[in-house]
């Protein structure tokens, strides 16, 4: 049976585009009797989160309809499994330490002849994947917090890897296409990347939906699933809700909030009906 689940950050009031999220969840959750939406609060970003957000979100899902099984997951409450994640993956070779500033990667890439570049800009150019494993021990051993990067150069090892979206098919994985991303930042530990793929295997979801702007990522989630002998999911990445400019919405889009629409007498239905289905 699919088990599904929307996982809002609560720095913000829920937008259109995160009504329609929760609705593709909730819609394909209850595609078949005894599946199981699930609501998870991606938290882990302490410096943005407001307490009144965690409330504010599950009153405005319940408005809409949109209820969820059992009670909401909060990340903030998980950092031992992620550090456990990160311990395994540390232990494998799979990741190493980075002790960058931004400016400095910024400065490097700067002086780069031809930065490497991904689906999402310049990919990090690999300052410190060079750095002796001696000496990366010494900086740490003398008090510098480093942040961990997936080295995604050792993930080209020959395995083939791939998934299945519901929209767009089989696609390979690329374990390179982000590069060496943050697994582990300095100031939380661990980072979305690592957090989601470690909290969809404990709640067992069947079926990762999410919008199309984070199909890149997928690559590098199968990569971890692989290394962290998880279950394989499949995905729906679905279409994204954008304003009247085609900009995408943000948490900024405060006219499109579904606080303020429900306030100014446009009902769950209509809102609903409007945004559509990605299973249609």
């Not at 991904?118 to 994947?129: N, S």
């Not at 979206?165 to 690329?174: A, E």
Request: proline share 6%; net charge negative; charged share 25%.
């Amino acid at each position: 049976m699919p088990v599904t689940r929307f996982a809002p950050s609560p720095t913000g009031l829920l937008h259109l585009g995160h009504a329609y999220a929760a609705k593709v969840a909730h819609d394909l959750a209850h595609s078949m009797e005894g599946g199981r939406f699930l609501l998870r609060f991606e938290d882990i970003d302490h410096t943005r989160v407001r307490p009144e957000y965690y409330a504010a979100i599950e009153e405005d899902l319940r408005w809409l309809g949109l209820t969820w099984d059992g009670p909401a997951l909060r990340q903030s409450d998980r950092s031992p499994a992620y550090a456990a994640a990160l311990t395994r993956l540390q232990e494998m070779g799979a990741v190493y330490p980075c002790f960058c500033t931004r400016r400095e990667i910024e400065e490097e890439i700067a002086r780069m002849v031809s930065a490497p570049h991904g689906p999402e800009g310049a990919l990090y150019p690999g300052l410190c994947r060079r750095i002796p494993p001696e000496e990366s021990a010494r900086r740490i051993a003398a008090g510098e917090q480093p942040a961990w990067r997936l080295n995604a150069i050792l993930m080209k090892d020959g395995r083939e890897l791939s998934f299945t979206d519901l929209r767009h098919g089989s696609i390979r994985v690329d374990p390179c296409l982000l590069g060496d991303v943050v697994l582990a930042r300095k100031d939380i530990g661990t980072s979305y990347h690592l957090a989601v793929v470690v909290d969809d295997a404990f709640q067992a979801v069947t079926h990762v939906t999410r919008g199309e702007d984070l199909l890149p990522s997928t690559h590098v989630h199968r990569v971890l699933q692989t290394l962290l002998d998880l279950p394989e999911p499949l995905y729906l990445h679905h279409r994204l809700i954008t304003d009247d400019q085609g900009v995408r919405l943000a948490k900024r889009a405060d006219a499109l909030s579904v606080r303020l629409l429900r306030e100014n007498g446009r009902s769950a239905g209509e809102l609903l009906t409007e945004l559509g289905s990605a299973l249609s």
